[in-house]
């Protein structure tokens, strides 16, 4: 397994009201771009130029026909993982490691052979400037573990970004070791730069900026 392919992602922040909370993060000095077509949107994302990125997302609500069919195709994991981000109604529901390569062969092969059950799905979106962006996404079945997103193509991260709160980077996410399998993270993710792992607490907990004491979860409250 070649674990420098591996990095953090993105971090995702799950509100109710998308426009209100891009608006209140423009307030606060943030660039957000959403997803898509403002009025289709279900996220939007707060790019830096390099590290760690955000993304703002509300529930898109599955419908029953679309849960009933995830189940039936043995995507129950999946459909897991997407309850867990529902149940919060405004915070970090999620964390996220990638690749820095256009394909996640290696990962796949690597979860083979770690024993390790997952889901694998293509994926696709027109973004904001018209481009058609694919991906792969790899979901462990473990929903308490990161997913694995493949690189995007094209590349969508802007070159040149200047928040005028003045923000360059995220600094450091912190992470609850409970219900975390550390010894499968530590076999995939070389490079920890950047990442706190926390006693007696599950999930994403907080993010920090360089610099900077600015917290999204004080800003979408």
């Known amino acids: 397994m070649q674990k420098e392919n591996i990095q953090l992602s993105h971090v995702l922040y799950r509100v109710n009201d998308l426009h209100e909370s891009v608006f209140k993060l423009q307030k606060e000095g943030f660039v957000v771009e959403y997803g898509t077509d403002p009025e289709k949107a279900y996220n939007a994302i707060i790019w830096f130029e390099e590290g760690i990125f955000v993304e703002i997302y509300t529930n898109s609500g599955l419908s029953l026909p679309i849960r009933c069919m995830i189940k039936l195709f043995g995507y129950q994991s999946v459909l897991g993982r997407i309850n867990k981000w529902g149940n919060i109604e ?18 796949r092969e690597f979860f083979k ?75 995939l993710l070389l490079d920890k730069t950047g990442l706190q792992l926390v006693k007696d607490k599950i999930g994403l907990q907080s993010v920090e900026f360089e610099n900077s004491t600015l917290k999204i979860e004080h800003i979408l409250i």
């Open 113 to 187: 052979n770690e024993k390790e059950p997952f889901k694998f799905h293509k994926a696709k979106r027109r973004d904001i400037n018209n481009q058609i962006l694919k991906w792969e996404l790899l979901m462990p079945n473990d929903i308490y573990f990161p997913f694995i997103m493949s690189a995007y193509t094209p590349n969508p991260r802007p070159r040149k970004i200047e928040h005028p709160n003045g923000i360059q980077s995220v600094s450091k996410i912190i992470i609850g070791k409970d219900n975390l399998n550390i010894s499968l993270l530590d076999n």
């Open 90 to 107: 405004n915070g970090w529901c999620e964390w996220s490691l990638e690749s820095r390569i256009k394909k996640l062969d290696i990962a």
